[in-house]
């Protein structure tokens, strides 16, 4: 039966972790709920004079590792249940990555398509005045997610730093360059997630054979990863967006569909030629073998898993299967590479840019490809070892490393440590 809440369908990942390792009780304590959630009413002034009121929140999970660190998104569907799963993501997200960061998360509930750019900066500025006192350098550090943008984090932060008195760019993350962003950021998410994906390449069995892989979500972290997988000799048979999806058994023209995004138009409408319309459920059902979700949280569940023939699923949105659709995937064989892993080039190239700022520093983009590849490389095989070691599938073993890594910092902040908790807490530090 799938869970009704996105928060609680979240921490059935934390129980099925918790069946396969020990994981201290402190730490499961912890991490059962969010150390805060605020929510506020942002009214800005409207372009035609009216008033308007939407609902914004911002979650700070866990800060046992670190200040805690996520996007805001702006989504008419958000609401505090869903921020709260993303916000857990990320805490579990940034100790697989090895970062020094707690999980944290935001959202707007709005349209952002309905709103003129000069209402979309009133309402930016609005979230930032909101959540000034929340946020910080050292205590929250927002960036991009899911209809944000580098444009917006510019709003936000110069918003900030009006309020403090202060240049505080270490504030916020996704940046644009003149302002303190760090090359290689725009890309960083479908980047890190390809670097990992060729990094896993033989043992994915992906070395040899047809190289076919299906986007699911056209936006930023999926056009980027259609591009970097073309370029490597990959064919994209198929892609999609909230609009539709296109579909051609000898590849689709990446560049075409990208033109076709930057003109503000749905995929749909590169069906030309041999190049066709096809139902976005549909598509999951394509001959493959990769499947890149890359779009929101929950797509592929147990009404559509069964339909999917790729060998390899790599998650670069965030929670895009469901606790159900993974039991079949698994069952069938598909390997999961998972979201907590697969799609942390994005808060990796952040801490850079953190980084960065708090240094005075300017990395070179040669400098950012390197480090975020043997990073990504890195976590990569260390999640590998637990999956085969332990023989479990790479979400959990994820799970069990970035919890190991959580345990170890919460219990050095506990005085008095139980016997079990810190046997358990010893077993779970990879
Ligand atoms: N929104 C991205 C994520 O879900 C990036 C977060 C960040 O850079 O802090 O991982």
């Known amino acids: 039966m799938m869970a009704e809440s996105e928060f609680e369908r979240a921490l059935q990942r934390l129980d099925e972790a918790a069946r396969h390792v020990e994981i201290s009780p402190d730490t499961m304590e912890r991490l059962r709920l969010p150390r805060e959630l605020l929510q506020a009413r942002l009214t800005i002034r409207m372009d035609d004079g009216s008033l308007k009121s939407f609902e914004a929140w911002r979650c700070r999970y866990d800060d046992s590792c670190g200040p805690t660190k996520g996007g ?24 697989v990555a090895g970062l020094p960061y707690g999980g944290g998360k935001g959202a707007v509930r709005v349209d952002p398509h309905e709103l003129s750019v000069t209402e979309l900066e009133r309402l930016s500025r609005a979230y930032i005045r909101a959540f000034a006192r929340f946020i910080g350098p050292d205590r929250d550090i927002p960036a991009p997610d899911v209809a944000t943008n580098a444009t ?11 309020i ?31 670097n990992l994906l060729e990094h896993l390449c033989g043992r994915l069995d992906l070395d040899n054979g047809p190289r076919r892989a299906v986007i699911q979500g056209f ?13 490597s000799g990959w064919t994209i048979v ?39 319309q096809i139902d ?56 999961v590479i998972p979201d907590i892993l697969a799609n942390s080039g994005g808060v990796t ?41 332990r023989k479990v599938p ?28 810190e046997a358990a807490g010893r077993r779970a530090a990879v």
């Open 72 to 95: 805001i998104r702006f989504h008419h569907h958000s609401t505090a249940d869903e921020v709260e799963a993303l916000a857990f993501w990320m805490t579990v997200k940034c100790a």
């Open 152 to 162: 917006i984090m510019g709003w936000m932060a110069d918003e900030y730093n009006q």
């Open 164 to 194: 403090v008195g202060q240049v505080v760019p270490g504030v916020i993350t996704g940046k644009p360059l003149a302002l303190g962003g760090s090359l290689g950021r725009d890309d960083a998410t479908a980047r890190g997630g390809f």
């Open 219 to 231: 936006g930023n972290a999926g056009a980027h990863m259609a591009r970097l997988l073309v370029d």
């Open 238 to 276: 198929a892609a999609s967006d909230s609009g539709g999806a296109v579909f051609n058994p000898q590849g689709l023209d990446v560049a075409a569909l990208e033109k076709i995004k930057a003109a503000g138009m749905s995929v749909r409408n590169g069906a030309t030629g041999a190049t066709r």
């Open 280 to 335: 976005p459920d549909e598509m999951l059902g394509v001959d493959c073998e990769l499947l890149v979700p890359a779009a929101f949280q929950d797509l592929i569940h147990e009404g559509n898993a069964e339909r999917i023939r790729a060998k390899v699923v790599l998650e670069l949105a965030n929670g895009p299967v469901t606790p159900e659709a993974d039991a079949l995937l698994h069952k069938a064989g598909v390997t």
């Open 349 to 389: 190239v952040s801490y850079f840019e953190w980084v960065q700022n708090r240094q005075g520093e300017r990395w070179t983009l040669e400098r950012v490809h390197r480090e975020l590849e043997s990073r990504m490389n890195a976590q990569g095989d260390i999640v590998w070892k637990v999956a085969e070691t």
């Open 394 to 421: 790479l979400r959990t073993a994820a799970y069990i490393v970035g919890l190991g890594r959580l345990t170890s910092a919460i219990e050095a902040t506990t005085a008095v440590i139980s016997p079990v908790a």
